[in-house]
């Protein structure tokens, strides 16, 4: 009797051990949720949006990669934005360098937690079909978790709610403000051009997402405010980074714009910080300093 009382109340112990261990100690299983949704952007022409989105529901992440393909039969690609982003650091900015997919790195230091949009991909449509997110897929996706671990997130491809596509919708309408401030980079470190100088840069904007770049590269100094004219002696040059610089020589005042696609623009003017030996006053001194020992080696033997 007593072995039977003892068995019930082991069992029943047992069971809620367990219960206890389950609820405080287990790890729940979490997931990324990510969507594509058709954004209601104001754009010119017959452009149209397509968007990816994530809702980390409980969870924070500091990591995306990925690619999505697109139906090129029917798709002509346009241009990629990140505008609204929750990615401020791209490793690999979106870019499409295989035709028919559009690639993307990109980490968000401190990481990241709740809905928002990744990137964004204009397109044309050759059929004029307004309903173009069934031509878009997510060919594959990583989500790493902010633990300091790296660990890999499960994700998990929805249909989104309208609420949630509208809340994260943005539009070109009322965007006043210009590109987020950058610095051009100077290198020359690639094979593939030929190990010549050229430039690196990107930025991101949050309105309606940056459009296009241009570079000028003037033998004198420009002087004017953004979105001023310049003088019919320099035009702007159409640019993608990485661009190959015209003059090799680096003796040019170079300057990129980045402009939004609500034609918002901003210009900065590359930093060419020169080593003390291509200053024009080092090699000053060391001419003063020639004439001085030859003058003074002159004196030297007149006088002994």
């Known amino acids: 009797m007593m072995l039977k009382n003892f068995s019930k109340t082991s069992i029943t112990t047992i069971f809620f051990l367990t219960i206890f ?37 409980a969870d924070r992440i500091n990591t995306v990669s990925g690619e999505l393909s697109y139906d090129q ?41 709740g809905q ?16 173009i997110t069934k031509l878009v897929k997510v060919k594959k996706i990583e989500i790493l978790r902010n633990d300091g671990a790296g660990t890999v997130v499960a994700v998990k491809i929805i249909t989104p709610s309208v609420s ?26 690639d094979p593939l051009l030929g190990n010549q100088s050229y430039l690196i840069f990107n930025t991101t904007d949050k309105g309606s997402g940056i459009d296009k770049y241009f570079v000028i590269e003037s033998p004198v100094k420009l002087n004017f405010k ?30 990129v714009k980045a402009v939004d696609r609500a034609g918002n623009d901003l210009v900065v003017e590359l930093s060419q910080e020169k080593e003390f030996y291509q200053t024009w006053w080092f090699w000053l001194l060391i001419i003063i300093l020639i004439l001085f020992v030859v003058i003074c080696g002159k004196l030297y033997r007149k006088k002994y």
């Open 164 to 189: 949630l596509t509208n809340s994260l919708d943005i539009s070109s309408v009322g965007d006043t403000n210009a590109p987020e401030p950058f610095k051009p980079i100077l290198s020359r470190n």
């Open 116 to 131: 928002g949009k990744i990137i964004s991909l204009v397109f044309k449509s050759k059929i004029g079909d307004k309903d």
């Open 226 to 255: 953004s979105g001023a004219n310049l003088e019919q002696n320099f035009i702007w040059a159409p640019a993608e980074s990485p661009y190959l610089l015209q003059d090799q020589t680096l003796s040019s005042h170079i300057y």
């Open 73 to 113: 039969n029917i798709l002509d690609l346009i241009s990629t934005s990140n505008a609204n982003s929750v990615i401020p650091l791209w490793v690999e900015a979106p870019a499409s360098k295989t035709p028919g997919l559009v690639s993307f790195s990109g980490i968000v230091p401190g990481g990241f937690g």
């Open 21 to 57: 261990s389950f609820v405080f100690f287990a790890q729940p299983a979490l997931a990324v949720d990510i969507f594509l949704f058709s954004a209601q952007q104001e754009l010119p022409g017959d452009e149209l949006v397509v968007s990816l989105g994530l809702d980390t529901g």
